[in-house]
């Protein structure tokens, strides 16, 4: 059974920043694309970052570029997004997804909010 697990989420202030985690588990992790995802509120879902599965390389949506990175520790079967200079636009439930362009498996979501 396949869980992917989110955390880190909370409320901060504009300029700030957060570190999201993800656990996933019940798959070879180090095998698979890992991504985020997020849904702002009245909002389509919308694709944020992505990294292979040996983490060399990373893939952003323009309006997080230069502000969020994407990263992963195989050893602990986790990926992070790192998330500075946020915005409120940034507001979102934050969703990980396993193997995000094929057969993807996400998890709950986070909720990250950005007061300004």
């Known amino acids: 059974q396949v869980q992917v697990v989110e955390s880190g989420g909370g409320l901060v202030q504009a300029g700030g920043s957060l570190r999201l985690s993800c656990a996933a588990s019940?798959?070879?992790?180090?095998?698979?694309?890992m991504g985020w995802f997020r849904r702002a509120p009245g909002k389509e879902r919308e694709f944020i970052a992505a990294v292979s599965w040996s983490g060399g390389k990373t893939n952003y949506a323009d309006s997080v570029k230069g502000r969020f990175t994407i990263s992963r520790d195989n050893a602990k079967n986790t990926v992070y997004l790192q998330m500075n200079s946020l915005k409120a636009e940034d507001t979102a439930v934050y969703y990980c997804v396993l193997n995000p362009f094929t057969s993807a498996y996400w998890g709950q979501g986070t909720q990250v909010t950005v007061s300004s």
């Open positions: 019940g798959r070879t992790f180090s095998t698979y694309v």
